[in-house]
């Protein structure tokens, strides 16, 4: 992986990309990282698609916005529409494995997964299939340590849910273990 | 095949809307067409003004010349579009925020001018658009963003507000009694001078989440089962409206409509 | 509008429902339900009586009834 | 052609004015030193079958003239200094949608309440900057009465010619001095009108078609049913979240402006040819400047007057030519030196620019400007 | 010292800044993309004994946060364009009666309703203009979330100093992005309090004593019953319609600032010192800027970056000294070149003045930057 | 020997004030002090707020925390004022345009929060310090300078509009009717919450010159013969009540206050 | 305040009385006149009952109860 | 007289003063003269004193107030006070005979003249005392024409009043008249 990671979440309003993505941030700077957050807010969130944006790095952040993502992870087709093309030639795609993706697409690496499924049936909660989808980019990149991951979402989860996103974080990076063979 | 109020009356090529899954607004401006469309009006006669807030995008969709202004102050733009033509049947769409708060001043005048607009309040007693303030109609202990530990103002009721500026017609309804709310729509549109339908609404998104209020047909449920018409009310005895809210006709009453004075001035005075 | 309730029949726009469920939990013949895609579907042609509830309260204008053909 | 010559004030003259220049439409709410204008149009409008409203507030001033200007009247709104921080956010509304309008701020003393009944011009740069947002401004300042009378015929013009709101910006010295004024012959003014789409013609309520220099603008009721919105929107007028149309948007609207200065700005020039030293001036001091320039070049001061009248856009180009030749500037005004900061953009090092003004209720007299003039020479 | 290691949007930022400045109010309207200000305001105030309350428009939001500063509250207001050109009538007002409160601006895209979710930094000139009449102002622009907390704290001392409205003016970018901050311990921050008039003590509102910078401030209900009005007044603080008093308050206003622009004016400079070519930029764009140096430096081009942290009072001096060393200055904004407007006046004909920016809602990119800047050298 | 009033609670050096002969506002200004007197308050607990208008000049000339806000605006900062400080009596005292036409917003959002604020209306039905105008209470038919032909509005009734909105105290009295609004003024002024009185003023220059309503004299007659009290109106056969307007206290009712349920936020919330 | 009706007398503060006529013309004794300047003056002081009601409705707190001395 | 008249005229709100201003200005107009009026406005016009500028010249008239008038006329004291003050050196001052001037005034011409009484007991109306004023000013400086002056009285006052205005201005010039010899 590069020095810098610049990632791109997009999904629904309700799947908690946004903080997917704040608990990431928080976890790299638990590593003595920085990190930026940015997302896309307001009516298009409505119905539509959203997106949340974490840029970590060893050195101070200077441009705040990802424009071209080395990592991209989508949990819906119509978020995968928007906001999957722009990819970083040697970048990482990760899509649910219920979107179609466009034979166009060119990305060094392009990963179906099955996020919502495992959360929904592995997990038991379709709502901590942003977990599921933080194990695997973690597990993929090793961008954050795992114990800063966990600390970071427990400090940012609703009491008594700790060993729900537990488990849901266990099978995001065993699904990053399936992908790395 | 299409729908057929869709087809009719509304620009079909901007649908599906952007409101939330079953967010009431969307109940409410299908009501508006039909009552357009039971009086027969002519279409390019109608005009609808918004301002700003999820209500307010309601114009965007529908066929007619449509005006999308800034927050709060649809009434009065809508008073200019009356005033300068008033051939021209309008109708303001507002939210509660949007008429009853930054909004509360244009209301009350156009109501105390009885000017010949009919407004139709979409009240989800939320700000909606920016994601759940309380505002104005919130009942009071219940949450918004702005309001983390329970809302300590006390609500408007806007029908009662609206009539009390001089209003000479102004009913409530709701976003489940859509028959109800056809009516009343319909009188009020066909109605000279000032007219207010509040319609209530749902916002399941902010207000219903924020509060608990369950699911979207929960949300339904309780409008459906907490408010009675007054007519009926009238009859009941009270342990069967303890808790309950009234809907239906407040005031109905005829005065000289506005645009209609001023003419007469203009005939007294043209030369 | 001048049909005749003989002629008419519940259309659904699949790609505008959003599965709010107000159609379903108020339809008097409790005829309606979800599909997989959590899309409003008829469950039961026969017993719908056309009342046009589901249409008036539908928010997304994806339900309505309409001519058979 | 029989003129009528009248004896009337400028708040009187603006009426006057706007009726020839086709105002069916005014909305507004009191305010010193503005009122007249209301009072008169409220009773002249009704005549010509034309409509006057006071409105509860500034806000639903400009917002129903907007509203009137929808269905094809050419309406208009006044005030001063407060009420035009009220009416900001509706000004820029106006430019985005396109929508015609005039608004006339006759200005009067100080920040605030301040001074409502003294004369001031400390709103010329809230006239360009005071709403949110970049958006295109025509800004015009009558020195007299017959100008103002002029000038509101010209800003309802360009109004309709560039759709855009056009505040005349005009101040208590003039708006409340009588002087005399000729109204012309009716066939004698030049009058603009918004272009309409042909009936039943193919209507994109925001593209610029034929040549054209805005879209046509089809009246409310008129036939064509359109989107109006104060969001970002494309050709169709209907709202569009690309930040593409948001641009090809931003940069019609800012050109309407820019690709026309020539035909937008005016100005006079009053014994510029062979001047050495040039007074800026404009509004009610330029009447304090010409007179200071008659008793300079009395004295054999080479002195001149430049005078924007068109005020926003600014007059660059002529004054930088102006200033390549002259070796002092000052520039006369009632505020703390907005125009300087313009002047002094505009010159650069061709020629210092001083200042001459003051902000205190007062107008300057022809004297106090000889006397500046003279110290900083 | 343990200092608080934070994860946090700017707008949470600025709420922290002002409580720890010492707010104790906050009124408003919600609008986007300032409303989690509210929002945080509404949870945290009450903790600490302080009032939050949501009004029923900007207008009202304002008054009330005005009116709560005259009991001795520090108070706050926060909003976006729209609402933000509302508020202009108050701020006029306040900074007429000389009465401190904080306004912040979260910038958005576009004139009128705009882009609402989309960066932009189109209410630069409004910040200084945007209300009628000459008054003073204090502009403060943060590029960072621990700057936005910095700058909520010296806007809230500025303010309380000068006895002046002081706005933050951030953006949709700084405003929600969220950064590491460290949240300083409070006893390493420095609070200014305005000065109160001494119990019993003989006391004219208005008049400035003991070598103050402006007079004392007395709470209302603590003794002194004295009058505030937004029309012209003596020192007393009674109206007067003397154009005399009209001219020594209005000096006096004006003065707090001009007199005092070393204590009021910030900025950054980097990579100045060898620089033959210059950026200015300010607020989320800095950010732009600071990695488009970075680049540029990295290909060996000497170029740095001048950033005015406080824009009203503009850093006049700073800039001309730099324009006199460099070959050529780009200005970056997100908007059609405001500050460069400003950047062009200040440095006269030292050095070319260009521009790059857009305001169609997007942030401009290191990138584009660059490119521009290779284009025009 | 001095007014003991004047003496007493106000600015005796701003005297005489510049109202004109005859005008109203001069009446229902001292009776605020005598109110005032009466409850024994604190005077420096007391702040007087006003708008802009010839009423809003009041302020000046009356010895407390005084504040002379923009047009229409008292409200919003009285409540600031108030809600920043709760011990302080807040009066706001204002002109119907003031009031009900710019400010109408404002007024409506008090009397629904319910805080503890008096208002004190000087309604002489028009605009007076911008020369005559016609405001939102100038009678139907009359002319203001901007009405050359009749106004055509229909007037607010100031009272029933803030009962509308939720105000738990509203009454109204006139400038003859002295004794009874010294008595109303104190009861509002005692009333926990939101209260407001509407004294009908007189502006002799320019509504009575206007309207030809005649002399000073003529108008406080017009005053004296055309108010009845409510409580009085009660027992009146209709023929005498006829062309009557009435006056008195038209809602007197308990509600919690906006401040005092603040503090309970806070209490529960603080650490 | 504590003066008894007997030590009270009307007194009148011809500066500031703009001469409108309401204390005359509503004084239920009528007492009170102009004077050649236009300004209010007693006509009867032995006929005034102190009510009061000239002091009340007196814009311009012109005429009030004093004190005798 | 001077080519260009500069004239002030003040008094208290009701007497008609802005209009007298108003009609000396529209003789001059008749008279292919140029004149501008000015005024003082607003509060300060609540009980206090107003004031209404003229100027009257063959010339183009640029600066359009009065600095230092060369005549002025009060009816008031209050007005006198505050306005009587400003006059050149050269100038004339009338104030009604009810006024005492400060001793320390200075003006070629100082007339105390009874305008007010004369409008009262010689032409019956209080009312008609700012026209009586105008005979006077007229009367004296001859800076419009006789006729131009009557048809600009004639053009402003209501209906009905022709004759008492008519009889005004004459005894307005002959209260000139007593002051010429
Ligand atoms: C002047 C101004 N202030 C604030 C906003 C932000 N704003 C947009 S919509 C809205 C409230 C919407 O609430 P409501 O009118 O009830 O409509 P809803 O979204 O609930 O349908 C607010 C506060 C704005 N656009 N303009
Ligand atoms: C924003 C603003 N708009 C308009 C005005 C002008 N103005 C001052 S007072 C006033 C109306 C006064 O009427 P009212 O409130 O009834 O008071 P009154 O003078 O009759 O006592 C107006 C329109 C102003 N000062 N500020
Ligand atoms: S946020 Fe609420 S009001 Fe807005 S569209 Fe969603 S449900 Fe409807
Ligand atoms: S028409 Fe009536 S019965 Fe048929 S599906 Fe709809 S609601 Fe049910
Ligand atoms: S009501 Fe409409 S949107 Fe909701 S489930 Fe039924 S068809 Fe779908
Ligand atoms: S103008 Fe009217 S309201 Fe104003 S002071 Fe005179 S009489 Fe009173
Ligand atoms: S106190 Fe009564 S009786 Fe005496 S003068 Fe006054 S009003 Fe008349
Ligand atoms: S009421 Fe007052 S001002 Fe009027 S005449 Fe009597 S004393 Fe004079
Ligand atoms: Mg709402
Ligand atoms: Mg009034």
Known sequence: MSKQLELRLSGSGGQGLITAGIILAEAALKDDKNAIQTQSYGPEARGGASKAEV?????????PKVTLPNMTLALTQIASDKYIKDISVDGTVIVDESITLPETLKA???YRVPIIKTAINEVGKEIVANIVALGLIVGLTGIVTEGSLEAAIMARIPKGTEDLNRLALQKGYELAKTLQK | MNHPLVEGFFRMDKFPHIWCPGCGHGIIMASIARAIEKIGLDKDKVCIVSGIGCSSRAPGYMDFNTLHTTHGRALAFATGVKLANPELEVIVIAGDGDLSAIGGNHLIHAARRNIGITTICFNNNIYGMTGGQYSPTTPTKEKGTTAPYGNIDKPFDITQLAIGAGATYAAKTTAYHVPQMDKLIETAIRHKGFSMVEAISICPTYYGRKNKKGSVVDMMTFLKDSFIDVKVAEKLPPEKKEGKFLMGEFINKAEPEYTEQYDQIIASQKK | MADSKDNLTIHINESWCKGCGICIAFCPKKVLGFNENGKVTMLDRENCIKCGMCQMRCPDFAIFLGGKE | MAKKVKFLQGNEACVEGALMAGMTFYSGYPITPSTEI?????????????????MEDEIAGIAAAIGASLTGAKAMTATSGPGFSLKQENIGYAALTEIPVVIVNVQRGGPSTGLPTAPGQ????????????????????????????DLTIRAFNLAEKYRTPVILLTDEITGHMREKI?????SEVEIYNRIKPEPGSDYKAYKV?????VPKMADFGSGFRYHVTGLMHDETGFPSNSTKNAGILMDRLMAKITDNLDDIITFEEIETADADYLIVAYGGTARTAKAAVKKLRAEGIKVGLFRPITVWPF????????????????????????????VERVVKNNAPVRFCGKANGEV????????????VL
Chains 1, 8 share one sequence.
Request: aromatic share 6%; with cysteine.
């Open chain 4, 122 to 149: 400390g709103d010329l740069m809230q006239a360009m900057w005071g709403t949110h947002g970049d958006h295109p401004v025509i800004c015009l300042t009558p020195d007299s009465v017959r100008e103002t009378f």
């Open chain 1, 108 to 110: 060094k690496h392009i």
């Open chain 4, 182 to 186: 000729e109204i012309p012959d009716a």
């Open chain 4, 38 to 54: 209301a009072e008169l149009s409220a009773e002249r409008l009704p005549r010509i079958g034309g409509k006057f409203i006071q």
């Open chain 4, 315 to 342: 007059p660059e180009a002529a004054l930088y030519k102006l200033s390549e030749q002259v070796k002092d500037i000052i520039v006369a005004e009632l505020n703390y030196g907005q125009m300087k900061l313009e």
């Open chain 4, 364 to 375: 300057l007299t022809p004297e106090e400007l000889i006397q500046k003039f003279k110290e």
């Open chain 4, 209 to 213: 078609v034929d040549g054209d220099i």
């Open chain 1, 55 to 63: 840029i970590i790095s060893e050195d101070s952040i200077d441009f």
